[in-house]
């Protein structure tokens, strides 16, 4: 990497790491609520369902911040407790977002409730079974807590499992105007991968970050090559390198609107 390249990477993540991001990002809506476990709850569901069009990302996003604010109680929690999903995912195989029917929305917030119910917040699920086991990568851990016909969450031993690496930047990373933070207390932000999203491959691969495949493609997004990039990074923002994912990521997303 050249010093070019590493001051360029510099210069775009304080850039683009402000308060305005949130204003086009699902981020926004773990924001929306004060208590720690409510944010920790939305973050979970806003970064799942973060693909596609980010258009349509947020409006779906907004339907279920609608429903919970329906049911009375104004926290993401409470509506899982209280059985407001079931009013708002029924039990049918229609798609809710792209891929994603009702039943597995079903699936996957009955699976969150039962973890707040055992263990009182999300993140005390998520330490208690990590600490728990020897798995090298917190993504891991937290697929292992989801069945696996829960296809929402990445169940993939080679995927580089982008939504849940931007959920743990979103959990991990303090001191920022984005992420919140509230694991940092027991998980490092220097152990955090790279979420691979297709602007940040692009991104990358311009800057000579990673190589294109010999027929001249970008890559497939692989745990190792999150792990790579991460590690490249890393040279960058030390005990920090996923803060170039603001960098990549918000000059891909100026690029193409």
């Not at 979420?195 to 970008?218: C, F, R, S, W, Y």
Request: with cysteine.
């Amino acid at each position: 990497m050249t010093s070019a390249t590493r001051e360029r990477l510099i210069e775009l993540a304080e850039r683009y790491e402000t308060k305005d991001f949130l204003k086009k990002d699902p981020s926004q809506f773990m924001h929306r609520y004060q208590e720690k476990k409510d944010q920790e709850v939305m973050a979970f569901i806003a970064a799942n369902l973060a693909f596609g069009k980010r258009e349509q990302i947020l409006s779906h996003l907004e339907l279920i911040c609608g429903s919970i604010e329906k049911d009375g109680k104004a926290s993401p929690c409470e509506w899982l407790y209280s059985g407001g999903y079931l009013k708002f995912f029924k039990k049918s195989d229609k798609s809710f977002y792209r891929m994603m029917s009702h039943n597995t929305m079903l699936l996957f917030c009955t699976t969150i409730k039962n973890l707040l119910e055992k263990h009182g917040t999300f993140g005390e699920a998520v330490r208690r079974a990590h600490e728990a086991s020897d798995r090298e990568f917190l993504h891991q851990t937290i697929a292992s807590l989801f069945p696996a016909e829960c296809s929402i969450v990445s169940h993939g031993k080679t995927s580089s499992s982008k939504r849940l690496q931007m959920f743990l930047r979103w959990m991990v990373r303090d001191s920022s105007p984005v992420d919140l933070g509230l694991w940092s207390d027991w998980y490092s932000k220097d152990k955090l991968l790279m979420p691979l999203d297709t602007h940040v491959m692009q991104e990358a691969v311009k800057l000579n970050l990673i190589a294109l495949t010999p027929a001249g493609k970008i890559p497939s997004p692989t745990l190792k090559l999150a792990v790579s990039l991460t590690k490249e990074m890393a040279k960058v923002f030390p005990g920090d390198p996923v803060r170039a994912d603001y960098a990549l990521f918000g000059l891909g997303v100026d690029e193409t609107s």
